[in-house]
């Protein structure tokens, strides 16, 4: 479980609140992912990043913005959300993008009140 | 569309019973992984089978895959207490652009000591 690491744990937002999510993988990997689970929900791919480049974005809205500055480091900033953005939010990674197994992090569980 | 679809969405069995979840999807796949979640958490790999494989083994795991059928089944011999969480399915093909896994929506195992 610490191969892929995510700060914060937990986080309890104001709509009009700016903060941001932190990813961190420790296995050389080159891809990362964010995903955001929802309650009876599958679990919805947002962004891919192979190489620091962004590969995909799912029909994000603008109010989530990625950052990847290195292969080992991604980030999700967050701005103006609404409470149906409550969710848990995941990070994972793989050697390469594709169809690699992916290696998750704990989450964020994110409330927006 | 949806392309990993779980079966039973939730399901409850004595210790030391097995227990089988099914997987179906609709487009050709590379290969197809199962993963598990425990409450609130990350997603961890079990086991990966390629589409040239039909059976595979990871102590109590045993993993089926019918591409005929496009079906997956993965069952869990002698369940324990500890074997409670959510199991998914997530199909991998090289036609889904940027190589993305797509996960099912799960199934929720209760195994009750």
């Known amino acids: 479980e610490t191969g892929v690491t995510q700060t914060p744990r937990h986080l309890v937002m104001g709509m009009t609140n700016k903060k941001s999510l932190k990813c961190e993988q420790h296995l050389g990997h080159n891809a990362m992912y964010w995903y955001k689970q929802s309650a009876k929900k599958p679990l919805e791919l947002m962004f891919v990043y192979n190489f620091k480049e962004q590969t995909e974005n799912n029909s994000v809205p603008s109010r989530f913005s990625p950052e990847c500055p290195n292969s080992s480091h991604l980030f999700l900033h967050l701005h103006t959300l609404q409470p149906e953005d409550s969710a848990l939010y995941l990070c994972a990674s793989s050697q390469d993008p594709g169809t690699d197994t992916q290696y998750f992090g704990p989450g964020t569980r994110l409330t927006v009140l | 569309s949806q392309q990993g679809e779980e079966d039973p969405q939730a399901l409850s069995i004595q210790e030391g019973e097995n227990a089988t979840m099914n997987c179906s999807y609709k487009t050709s796949i590379n290969n197809l992984q199962w993963y598990r979640q425990n409450s609130g958490r990350g997603l961890v790999h079990l086991i990966l089978?390629?589409?040239?494989?039909r059976e595979k083994h990871s102590g109590r795991l045993r993993v089926t895959l019918d591409t005929s059928k496009k079906s997956s089944s993965l069952l869990i011999t002698a369940s324990r207490a500890a074997d409670t969480a959510s199991y998914f399915c997530?199909?991998?093909?090289?036609?889904?652009?940027?190589?993305?896994?797509?996960f099912g929506q799960g199934t929720e195992l209760s195994v009750k000591p």
């Open positions: 089978i390629r589409s040239n494989e």
């Open positions: 997530a199909t991998a093909s090289e036609a889904n652009q940027g190589g993305k896994l797509i």
